[in-house]
């Protein structure tokens, strides 16, 4: 959002799967093709990306993980540019056409070829940052569910809306009782220029 991606499924393809005149595969094909579409447009800004991996890249002692659960490539396109490792897409990409729906099964997601190695890597992170999740989606309280066994380690919820950061501090007290919890209610481009308040540990292995 802070790029100007504001994007959601077009609630016409959700209507048209309902009366099923779209298939699950077709609707899929859909949301890749619009969502490619509207990330190509003009007004797309992504200078809040290249300024957080500038800041990062300058941040001495520190190990970084990439890893998302949009389905655009916004931040695949500027981590290229800054020579960062390709993000990890958790719920699958426009790029890869393997995007996932709330209610896909579990084989759907286990067909994301990303999101073992994404798991990974927050499992193993100090620090968790995340950025503009509510955690309230069935996909997002699946994720912390497959998290349940990380042990240690805090999580950091950067967040302008205080109820949202309410409720994803809530969702991971009660299904990680082995991490701890902070907080920043700021827009992420705000997070950012403000030089990430509450990430000031050098050293710690961040995702």
Known sequence: MSCGLDW???????????????????????ICDELSRAQDEASIDCRPIDALLARVRASDGWRHALVTTN?????DRTAARHGFEPPLH??????????????????AREAVPQAREGLRRLLEADVVVAAGLSLASRLDKALVSRLAGKRGGRWLVVNRDPAE??????????????????????????WVQAGFPGLNIAGERAA
């Open 8 to 30: 959601d499924v077009p609630s016409g393809l959700e209507a048209a799967l309902r009366r099923r005149e779209l298939s699950r595969l077709q609707l899929k094909a859909r």
């Open 165 to 190: 950061v309410r409720r994803a501090r809530e969702e991971l007290r009660r299904r990680l009782p082995g991490c701890s919890g902070q907080a920043a209610e700021l827009p992420f481009d705000e």
């Open 71 to 75: 389905w655009d490539e916004l931040l």
């Open 90 to 107: 958790l719920n699958g990409s426009v790029g890869g056409r393997n995007v996932l729906l709330e209610d896909d099964d579990e084989r």
